[in-house]
């Protein structure tokens, strides 16, 4: 059966098998069979269908497109050494050494369905407002203030800088507060909450974060004399 082999510049990160009658998802997401954290892949990128003796690849509609051999494509038929392009990631396709390949593909297997730049930009423009429902779908991280400040505060951006500095996000006096003391990021598995420098470290549910902890729902994060509460807006 074929193997993919997912890279990134030149270094081999994994590999995956691909058994006959099989399908497989690529994304950013976990649930995927191949898993890609990166922010240039979509949550559902594409997938990978067996369909009686070929491998039939197709775009889920992604943000960025899916590429084979530096061409963009909706759907393609995979042969040995393909090179498909997610986000910044690259997946080889390739079968085992001395396995039956299906080199000769009759009918619609002969075809590749390539979209021209205007087609694409056109379908792009499109699938942006209904990319952007499905991300609303996705819980998002809210922060409600117990003590030091008032109302909430909701964690839109990819990284929320907490800190002294003018620049941060959520400002935090103190003499012994860093400029950014703390981050809160949002990864594909959740929030993430990191101390970043500072005599004065964050605390979650009372006990001192060293390096970084995942954010659950309702608990609590104090810095200085700020006390939020943490928790996730369906």
């Given at each position: ?16 098998r691909i058994e006959a009658g099989q399908s497989i998802t690529i994304g950013r997401k976990a649930s995927n ?195 939020l509460q943490f928790y996730t807006e369906k």
């Amino acid at each position: 059966m074929p193997t993919l082999t997912l890279t990134f510049k030149d270094n081999t990160i994994a590999t995956y098998r691909i058994e006959a009658g099989q399908s497989i998802t690529i994304g950013r997401k976990a649930s995927n069979n191949v898993p890609i954290e990166n922010l240039a892949v979509s949550g559902h990128h594409a997938k990978i269908d067996s369909v009686g003796e070929g491998f039939l690849l197709t775009d889920l509609q992604s943000k960025n497109g899916s590429f084979v051999n530096k061409e963009l494509v909706s759907s393609h038929w995979l042969k040995e050494g393909d090179n498909i392009l997610i986000g910044k990631h690259t997946l080889i396709f390739t079968y085992d050494e001395g396995e039956k390949k299906p080199d000769e593909l009759g009918g619609d297997m002969d075809q590749t369905m390539v979209m021209d730049t205007d087609k694409y930009r056109d379908m792009l423009a499109q699938a942006i407002p209904k990319a952007a429902k499905a991300e609303a779908k996705e819980p998002v991280g809210m922060l409600s203030y117990l003590a030091g400040g008032e109302g909430e505060i909701k964690l839109a951006k990819k990284l929320t800088k907490i800190g002294k500095s003018s620049t941060s996000d959520i400002v935090v006096g103190g003499l012994m507060m860093g400029a950014t003391a703390a981050t809160i990021s949002k990864r594909p598995q959740g929030y993430s909450l990191s101390y970043v420098g500072g005599m004065t470290k964050p605390k979650v549910n009372g006990a001192t974060v060293k390096e970084s902890v995942t954010l659950k729902d309702f608990d609590e994060i104090e810095l200085g004399s700020v006390k939020l509460q943490f928790y996730t807006e369906k």
